[in-house]
C-alpha cells in the first residue's frame, strides 16, 4: 500500500513530469516547512508558559524568598 502511494499518488512522483509540477511540489514543500514551523514553535511556547506561569504566581506570592512558605502551597503546573 504504501509503495502504490509513492510510485502513484504522492505528488513527489509526479515532480518531474512538467514545470508545473516542480513549482507545485516546491510550493507544498514550503508550505508544509513553514507549517511544520509554526507548531513547532507554538509548541515550544505552550510548554514554556505551561511551566513559567505557576513559577512566576509563586514568585509574585513570595514564596521563594527565606520563610516563604509558611502556611502557603506551592502552585504547580
Do not use: W
Not at 2 to 16: M, S
Not at 34 to 49: D, E, H, K, P, R
Amino acid at each position: 500500500l504504501a509503495k502504490v502511494f509513492l510510485t502513484e499518488f504522492h505528488l513527489f512522483y509526479y515532480k518531474d513530469r512538467s514545470n508545473y509540477a516542480m513549482k507545485t511540489h516546491k510550493m507544498m514543500h514550503l508550505v508544509s516547512h513553514l507549517f511544520t514551523l509554526c507548531l513547532t514553535g507554538q509548541m515550544i511556547v505552550g510548554l514554556c508558559l505551561f511551566n513559567l506561569i505557576p513559577m512566576y504566581n509563586n514568585y509574585a506570592a513570595g514564596r521563594y524568598k527565606r520563610g516563604g512558605l509558611q502556611n502557603s502551597t506551592f502552585e504547580h503546573s
